[in-house]
């Protein structure tokens, strides 16, 4: 066959000839050959066709797909195989009493070799498993834990959203993390549009999500059910059977003993497959494919590593049975130190991928430019202070559910005492009294400059602004200090053409407010009050109005800590805003600042003047810097109080991002975008409970 390459709107798919069975292939790509190109677009139009539903926004649905999901998948991929995508010979095998197949059913359509249940053929994809008549499109996966579960479902997701990139208005194939469901009564259809708008934005009122689910077009890729714990991953199932009741496509993934625990058949899905054990013959292939027969030998000649061969006491397969535990031991098995188990074997990982002399390789091999976290192996932090960063982080990740992780998500109840959490409050009252103290003083003393000398200006303005800053900090005590949540506006996105509109709108409806209530009340109009009234009114209510609809673009997190800098960006944009805004007021109303400083004894010419024209631009700026803290900043100071007193507790590194992508580099954490993960679930659990 003919080495071929297609580009689909600059994503390469390179095509080889390289034959790979069921399972290499797709935990790695599906074969990128022209015959499979032809069956997952065939899969993709014979299981959904061609929609041509009007209520249905295709283009945003090709961005998501092309801009997030193909990369993030193919990402993942790359990071859990390695460069290579060198994958392990695992066999699939179909498993139908999950999902409660009548045995009718199964004699019509399942019987492989003349039995209800076999390993699928070799030669094909499981997209086309995934697509057959019986099953169309409802499948459960199921494995070990290290079995490559998650790389299953990733590889199907490549070929399915490969699939709907070149067969448009098809479907939407996108991934969601069933550790996120966390309201017991909630609903995966409500589940899934809330993921939808909170990782991906879009705008609520057009019901975007809304109609991918009413017209069916949305393929839910779920992955982690097992992530619930026992209790809550019952009710999930049954959430999930209720929604598959009715929703005709769904993928769901999840460890086959913590399936097996639930006890519930996903009785509304229509096929399932589990990822088995590797036999005696597939491992010493793998071996051998790395040029590492003496492997085998020493695990036929060691005792200990022989017996991880054997299925557990509970009913588990052997460690050296699992995909996962077999590349590690290819990476840290020395004769001179024997494996006695899984926790030996992953701290043998850790210990190894920490230490001096494997970094210092690393470097070594690493022949293009990459730019490191830390310049040296010597800057880099030493192993101990590592793995206690990385226990608290497993800890956190553990008791909140999550899988993965954002910097700017961590919130005030990762604070492991009530004092600590009295310290960050005081932190953010301090840091609120200082900075509105500082701006109000300034703002005081630019006004009364004019009419008083520097000294008593001085006195007054700074007397002034420590009251209002102890206020203003005491307030943020007891308020914004004790928060339960700190939400972040990095999302918010809005466009320069945006904020033109908004001002002229604002300034429009002000003046026709000032001219209806001038006729109407000819007694208003002596003061100009009505026009700086509704202009102070105005302008807010449009900019909410303006910053609720620019949320309405596709949000893709690239950088670590991304939001918390949106959140300081966003700051200074709505500084800029409130000084103009002040300014606007402060020049329409007669009787404000022009008139406190012209009855005061100024002439009216030194009004007018530049210097008290900049004067007036100067407290209207320090105003506006004071708006900005409230409107953008909250988040950033309860952001940066809660990291002062994690990293004085010995908690956290003070640079988290660079010390995250550290971690990336030693094979310990993966990252998408912005968001981090450890390399295997097992690696997680295993953090987590050293951590204790």
């Known amino acids: 066959m003919a080495s071929q390459h297609q580009n689909i709107d600059g994503s390469s798919i390179e095509h080889s000839q390289v034959q790979q069975n069921q399972a290499g292939r797709d935990v790695v790509s599906f074969l990128n050959s022209h015959d499979n190109q032809v069956i997952i677009n065939n899969t993709l139009l014979g299981l959904f066709g061609k929609s041509e539903s009007s209520g249905v926004d295709w283009d945003w649905g090709m961005d998501l797909l092309k801009r997030k999901q193909l990369p993030e998948i193919r990402k993942r991929l790359t990071d859990t195989l390695g460069r290579d995508r060198i994958l392990m010979d695992v066999s699939i095998e179909e498993q139908q009493n999950w999902v409660n197949r009548s045995p009718l059913a199964a004699d019509r359509t399942l019987q492989i070799n003349g039995k209800d249940c076999g390993t699928l053929d070799a030669n094909k994809m499981l997209i086309e498993t995934f697509g057959r008549d019986d ?155 790395l040029k590492r027969p003496e492997l085998w030998e020493a695990i036929q000649a060691t005792p200990s590593l022989q017996a991880m061969l054997d299925t557990t006491t509970e009913g588990d397969p052997g460690l050296l049975r699992v995909p996962l535990f077999v590349k590690l031991v290819v990476d840290v098995y020395d004769p001179q130190q024997p494996i006695s188990g899984k926790a030996d074997l992953l701290n043998k990982y850790i210990d190894r991928q920490l230490s001096f002399y494997k970094r210092e390789i690393d470097r070594r091999k690493e022949l293009d430019e990459y730019k490191w976290a830390y310049k040296t192996v010597k800057l880099e932090p030493c192993p101990n202070k590592t793995l206690s960063h990385l226990y608290w982080l497993a800890k956190e990740m553990h008791a909140n559910n999550q899988v993965d992780f954002l910097i700017e998500t961590m919130q005030f109840n990762c604070l492991e005492s009530k004092l600590q959490k009295l310290f960050c409050s005081l932190l953010v009252g301090i ?180 210097l008290s024209i900049i004067k007036i631009v100067l407290s209207c700026a320090s105003g506006g810097l004071f708006v900005g803290l409230i409107l953008g900043g909250t988040a950033l100071i309860q952001h940066l109080s809660l990291r002062i007193i994690l990293y004085s507790n010995n908690r956290l590194p003070w640079d988290f991002a660079r010390f995250l992508k550290y971690c990336v580099e030693r094979r310990l954490l993966l990252c998408v975008g912005g968001s981090y993960r450890f390399l295997h679930r097992e690696l997680l659990d295993h953090f987590a409970q050293l951590s204790k």
């Not at 399915?160 to 469901?181: C, D, H, M, N, R």
């Open 135 to 289: 099953i169309e499109g409802k499948l459960l996966i199921l494995g070990a834990p290290g079995a490559g579960k998650t790389t299953a479902l990733l590889s199907l997701a490549e070929q399915l959203v490969y699939g709907a990139i070149s067969q448009p208005k098809t479907v939407i194939p996108v991934i969601f993390e069933l550790s996120t469901w966390q309201n017991d009564n909630q609903s995966i259809e409500s589940w899934l549009i809330e993921q939808l708008y909170e990782l991906h934005g879009g705008n609520r009122k057009s019901k975007l999500y809304e109609q991918w689910l009413e017209r069916q077009v949305l393929l839910p890729l779920l992955d982690g059910l097992d992530e619930l714990g026992l209790e809550r991953q019952k009710k999930c199932t049954e959430k999930l059977n209720e929604f598959a009741e009715h929703y005709p496509h769904l993928v769901v993934c999840c460890r086959v003993k913590e399936f097996k625990a639930v006890d519930i058949k996903m009785r509304n899905l229509r096929g399932a497959v589990c990822l088995q054990s590797l036999s005696d013959a597939r491992i010493q292939h793998y071996f051998d494919s």
């Open 431 to 610: 840091f609120f009294a200082l900075y509105g103290g500082v701006n109000i003083a300034l703002a005081i003393f630019i006004i009364i400059i004019p009419i008083k000398n520097i000294s008593v200006a001085g006195i007054i303005s700074t007397s002034l602004g420590m009251f209002f800053g102890m206020f203003f900090g005491l307030w943020a005590f007891l308020t914004v200090g004790q928060s339960r949540s700190i939400i972040s506006v990095g999302k918010l996105n809005f466009s320069n053409k945006k904020i033109l509109n908004s001002f002229c709108l604002a300034i429009a409806i002000g003046f026709v407010g000032w001219f209806i209530i001038s006729v109407t009340s000819p007694w208003m109009f002596r003061e100009h009050y009505s026009i700086q009234l509704i202009l102070t009114l105005a302008l807010p209510l449009i900019m909410a109005l303006n910053i609720k609809i620019s949320s309405s673009e596709l949000q893709e997190t690239t950088e670590p800590n991304e939001g918390i800098w949106k959140s300081f960006e966003n700051t200074w944009k709505f500084s800029f805003l409130g000084s103009i805004w002040l300014g606007l007021n402060a020049f329409i109303m007669k009787g404000g600042i022009f008139n406190f400083i012209y009855y005061s004894g100024l002439e009216k010419a030194a009004i007018l003047s530049i």
